[in-house]
């Protein structure tokens, strides 16, 4: 197999990694962030309408992650009963895609929330909707269960873009305790 920027195959093949992986780092990304009070933070935000309840993120990111983590496990394991190298070929790329959108995903606190900077976690956000658009464009042709999977994240990513932009907007692209850069 030529290089790519995936996870490593077990974490695919396994269901547990697969998985938990995505619960275990998005956790762990949300605690090390959290050290500087974003549930503080996000009190203190000016909130477009339809702005959840603050204790919602955890348990909708946790089915979120394990939908994702499962649907990569579900395309993967379908690739590998394919005789089709097409299919084969289009799952390193489903892969590679699906590694590069948690990269992106995992990103987004830290920008948002750690270092304040709204703008910069929007156009992290515009790459991260890019990214698996592409990649459900692959599962459509490959595994449709996987695709299928995966659809809340995607339409919660449009809720997420929607609350970035209208928070960024409602608050002067600043927040609290944060300095504007220029």
């Known amino acids: 197999m030529p290089w790519s920027f995936a996870l490593p195959q077990g974490v695919f093949t396994s269901p547990l990694l697969a998985i938990g992986t995505p619960i275990v780092v998005g956790t762990s990304v949300a605690l090390l962030t959290n050290r500087n009070s974003t549930q503080n933070t996000y009190r203190k935000l000016r909130q477009p309408p339809f702005s959840p309840p603050a204790w919602l993120f955890a348990p909708a990111w946790t089915i979120l992650y394990g939908l994702m983590g499962y649907a990569s496990h579900h395309a993967t394991m379908t690739s ?9 070929d289009a799952n390193e790329i489903a892969q ?46 490959t595994d449709r269960t996987a695709f299928w999977l995966m659809t ?31």
């Open 96 to 141: 590679t895609l699906y590694t590069t959108q948690l990269a992106l995903n995992f990103l987004w606190m830290p920008l948002f929330f750690g270092v304040g900077r709204p703008v910069a976690a929007l156009g992290d956000m515009a790459l991260l909707i890019g990214n698996v658009s592409l990649l459900l464009a692959n599962w459509w042709s």
């Open 152 to 182: 809340p994240y995607y339409a919660w990513l449009g809720y997420a873009c929607y609350l970035n932009a209208g928070t960024g907007c409602l608050n002067n692209w600043t927040l609290p305790g944060k300095k504007r850069s220029s």
């Open 80 to 88: 590998h009963e394919s005789l089709s190298f097409a299919v084969r």
